[in-house]
């Protein structure tokens, strides 16, 4: 009975080679080198017909993808891209590499980099235990298309998984300073300030404070100023009028406990500290 299904089971699989084959022939070798792997079924299924070797085909079919894409002359190589990195992923789901370089095809050779989250998310889908693809989505996201938001999602999936390097932490808690979330930032860099290994690290931390807590009492003092002019007609020449005013119970100060600098000019308010530079 074993033998019999063993026996059907290469009848079915030299059965669809054939017909992959044939249908590979009718492309032209000219237009499209190496175009028999880009008509490949799923891995999933291809998977069964490799016998016990999915790892030893998924190098070969990567092997190939990196001279495939290295090759400029095929105008439309990037329409196979996705389709060849997850034949790899169901091949050897825990072959790291092919996501990784997946995503880099997609994002500086396609320009796809909706492509390269698609690869990436596989890979963490596939390896929930690899931090890198959240990470390296994150770093896409902030540096290609300045997407904080996006890289805050991203950066938070590799902080909770551990191993994550402590570099995480501040990236997720500058892109959640970019986009607003102020209190989030504030939390994220206290905690790195109060666990720094070092005084280069604590510095830092210290800075990225200073700017948070700078931008929300400029906030609030700019909200007062403008609060003090809509009731008596102009700005205040002092800061310290918009207590008097009742506006303010009292006067913000800087990290350092120095007061803001104001321009009753202007209305403009600005930090007596460059937070780098303190």
Request: net charge positive; no cysteine; charged share 25%.
């Amino acid at each position: 009975m074993k033998k019999s299904i063993v026996a059907l089971i290469l009848i079915v699989s030299l059965a669809a080679f054939m017909a992959l084959k044939v249908k590979v022939d009718k492309i032209s070798r000219a237009k499209i080198p190496g175009s028999s792997i880009i008509y490949l079924p799923s891995g999933k299924y291809l998977k069964y017909g490799t016998f016990g070797y999915s790892s030893l085909l998924a190098d070969l079919i990567y092997l190939w993808a990196i001279q495939y894409y290295s090759n400029y002359s095929i105008k439309d190589r990037f329409q196979y891209l996705d389709h060849i990195f997850s034949v790899i992923a169901e091949l050897d789901p825990h072959y790291l590499d092919p996501y990784e370089i997946g995503a880099i095809i997609a994002v500086y050779e396609a320009r796809d980099l909706n492509l390269a989250f698609k690869i990436l998310d596989r890979g963490l889908q596939k390896n929930p235990d690899q931090w890198i693809f959240p990470f390296e989505a994150g770093h896409y996201a902030q540096m290609t298309v300045k997407d904080y938001h996006l890289a805050q999602i991203y950066y938070k999936k590799a902080m909770e998984i551990p191993g994550a390097p402590p570099i995480t932490k501040r990236l997720y808690a500058n892109a959640a300073f970019n986009v607003g979330d102020y209190q989030t930032a504030w939390n994220s860099w206290k905690e790195v300030y109060q666990t720094a290994p070092d005084e280069r690290i604590k510095k830092i931390a210290s800075a990225h404070l200073y700017r948070i807590k700078s931008t929300l009492d400029i906030k609030t003092l700019k909200k007062a100023i403008a609060r003090y002019k809509l009731k008596f007609g102009t700005r205040p020449q002092t800061l310290s009028e918009l207590v008097r005013a009742g506006l303010l119970a009292s006067l913000p100060r800087d990290l350092d406990g120095k007061n803001y600098l104001y321009n009753p000019q202007t209305g403009e308010v600005e930090a007596p500290s460059n937070p780098w530079k303190r």
